[in-house]
């Protein structure tokens, strides 16, 4: 039979595995974790988590280099979204209709708008260094946003890729919109 570390119980069924023990679900909670941290411990020692979650991630955080950074971040269960770089654009067929329809509202000067993923929910059609249009065409999702400062973002639900043409204005207004603020 296995016994919890902090509180010496005997433990029944369930335990969060540490690298030298175990403790209980109750115990654990106490220490400030949540259900979903159970399954990162398994290299961890009793010692290091004893004084709570809190304690937990600051000694990681002071103890860890910046390259161990992502490891890091798993061991915390925590998903690294990387916002805001750009990568791979693994758009889908839809995805690229509606940037060419977009595109093709745009006569002078098009060649300052590229398609770039900066988030792993949708792609961005970007003028410059602005986001003009955000949008994600999958089977669950089908909408189109635009960044409009004075209003906020503009989200539509469209349900065919073509239906980016019906938002002439939209591109109009998000453009106006650059234009005016990358000017100050």
Same mark, same amino acid.
């Given at each position: 039979m296995n016994k919890c570390k902090r509180c010496g119980n005997v433990i029944k069924l369930r335990a969060v595995t540490l690298s030298d023990g175990f403790v209980c679900y109750k115990c654990f909670e106490e220490l400030g974790f949540q259900p979903s941290d159970r399954k990162y411990h398994t290299h961890t020692s009793y010692d290091e988590i004893k004084c709570g979650k809190s304690a937990y991630i600051e000694n990681l955080i002071e103890t860890e280099s910046a390259k161990d950074a992502k490891r890091v971040a798993e061991q915390l269960g925590f998903r690294? =979204?990387?916002?805001?770089? $750009?990568?791979?654009?693994? /758009?889908? *067929?839809?995805?690229?209709?509606?940037?060419?329809?977009?595109?093709g509202m745009i006569v002078y000067p098009s060649d300052q708008l590229r398609l770039v993923r900066k988030s792993d929910n949708y792609v961005t059609a970007m003028?410059?260094?602005?986001?003009?249009?955000?949008?994600?065409?999958?089977?669950?999702?089908?909408?189109?946003?635009?960044?409009?400062?004075?209003?906020?973002? =503009?989200?539509?639900?469209? $349900?065919?890729?073509?239906? /980016?043409? *019906?938002?002439?204005?939209?591109?109009?207004?998000?453009?106006?919109?650059?234009?005016?603020?990358?000017?100050?």
């Open positions: 690294i =979204a990387h916002y805001g770089d $750009e990568r791979e654009i693994d /758009a889908t *067929d839809e995805e690229l209709e509606i940037f060419d329809t977009i595109k003028f410059g260094d602005w986001d003009l249009a955000r949008f994600k065409y999958t089977d669950r999702a089908k909408w189109i946003a635009f960044p409009v400062a004075e209003k906020g973002t =503009a989200k539509h639900y469209i $349900e065919d890729p073509a239906e /980016a043409s *019906d938002f002439a204005d939209m591109v109009t207004s998000s453009l106006s919109h650059i234009v005016k603020y990358s000017s100050r």
